[in-house]
């Protein structure tokens, strides 16, 4: 089992910065994918970033790419969700995900994120 807790969501200006972080429990981060989703309110919720724990994989949502930036502390077991130049459209609830295989099968509480002035 891979516990995965969020943190770092709030509210901020557009054009604003936020980095979410995400905990994975503790021997788990170095066998898994782990990665970002979001969903905002009666829209599906969409992939946004994801990596291995040696970076030899990452990946992130076309559209985001130069402003999103996915990153990790082995050391800490947390993976970071750099967020730059927000919008308005980037409001959503975040989730932090982990997968061993194929499926994306750990999930966790999410955190909120609002663009807004």
């Known amino acids: 089992q891979v516990q995965l807790v969020e943190s770092g969501g709030g509210l901020v200006q557009p054009g604003g910065s936020l980095r979410l972080s995400c905990l994975v429990s503790?021997?788990?981060?170095?066998?898994?994918?782990t990665g970002w989703f979001r969903q905002a309110p009666g829209k599906e919720r969409e992939f946004v970033a994801a990596?291995?724990?040696?970076?030899?994989?990452?990946s992130i949502r076309d559209h985001l790419q130069g402003r999103f930036t996915i990153s990790s502390d082995n050391a800490k077991d947390t993976v970071y969700l750099q967020m730059t130049g927000l919008k308005p459209e980037d409001s959503a609830t975040y989730y932090c995900?982990?997968?061993?295989?194929?499926?994306?099968?750990?999930w966790g509480q999410g955190t909120q994120v609002t663009v807004s002035s």
């Open positions: 995900a982990a997968r061993r295989n194929t499926v994306w099968e750990y």
């Open positions: 503790r021997g788990a981060f170095r066998t898994i994918y």
């Open positions: 990596k291995n724990w040696n970076g030899q994989y990452e």
